[in-house]
């Protein structure tokens, strides 16, 4: 009996000694990486090779909240520098309102409500969007035609707000936009047209119809307004400082 408790106490203190029993070390957890910042962001899209509507947010019905819109254009090497970004940046500015264009017309689905307000979402972007059955809309909500759609489209893209514009590594000019739902200038245009299309024939009796003379209107709008989003060559990477309410 001595024996076996000296042998077991003899390989108790070996084992202390090899330090067997001392506390091992927590591995580190690996630290959160940080979330690039806004013009981080803009970079990387301007380095990168797709142009269009990218980025888009939504909320928990799958409307969305925000989205950029991307346009590219070769700088040429056949004119003065600052003639060339300059023409380049127009072509770049037409070149991302195509695209957006296209996709409201072809990938988006809207809705208009007096509660709501405009409503936009990809069609079948999310497990709550089912369109008018959707459980933010409001007895007075209802979907608008194509047509209607278009129109409203003018209006956004009069309101597109410019959140990056320079040349990227491949001398390409980039010029993105971006788009809030929040943003109350360009909504409340929309909205207008909206409540002006949802009145009654008898209201709208006696004159153009609602969508024909507002539409022509809002493209005409539409059109100037885009001239305008573009504005003097900026130094590449040249990042509007509210550029992160989009990313």
Do not use: H
Request: hydrophobic share 45%.
């Amino acid at each position: 009996m001595k024996q076996t408790l000296k042998l077991f106490a003899f390989c108790l203190g070996a084992a202390m000694a090899s330090g067997a029993f001392a506390q091992q070390p927590v591995a580190a957890q690996p630290a959160a990486a940080a979330k690039p910042s806004a013009a981080e962001t803009l970079s990387a899209l301007a380095e990168g090779r797709i142009s269009g509507v990218q980025n888009i947010k939504r909320d928990a019905m799958g409307g969305i909240t925000s989205l950029v819109v991307i346009g590219r254009a070769d700088v040429s090497r056949s004119m003065m520098a600052n003639q060339a970004e300059l023409f380049a940046a127009r072509i770049a500015a037409s070149d991302a309102q195509r695209r957006f264009r296209e996709w409201m017309s072809t990938k988006v689905e809207a809705t208009y409500s007096q509660k709501n307000g405009l409503e936009l979402r990809t069609k079948g972007s999310a497990a709550g969007d089912t369109g008018p059955a959707s459980a933010t809309q409001t007895s007075d909500a209802r979907m608008l035609t194509s047509d209607e759609i278009k129109t409203v489209t003018e209006g956004i893209v009069a309101g597109l707000q410019t959140i990056y514009e320079g040349v990227n590594s491949r001398g390409m000019y980039v010029i993105v936009y971006g788009w809030s739902a929040k943003n109350t200038a360009q909504i409340s245009a929309v909205n207008a047209l909206m409540q002006d299309a949802l009145r009654t024939p008898a209201q709208n009796a006696g004159g153009q119809g609602a969508w024909g003379g507002v539409g022509g209107g809002a493209a005409g709008q539409g059109g100037a307004a885009g001239q305008g989003n573009i504005r003097a060559v900026q130094p590449s990477g040249s990042v509007s400082n509210d550029a992160a309410e989009f990313l």
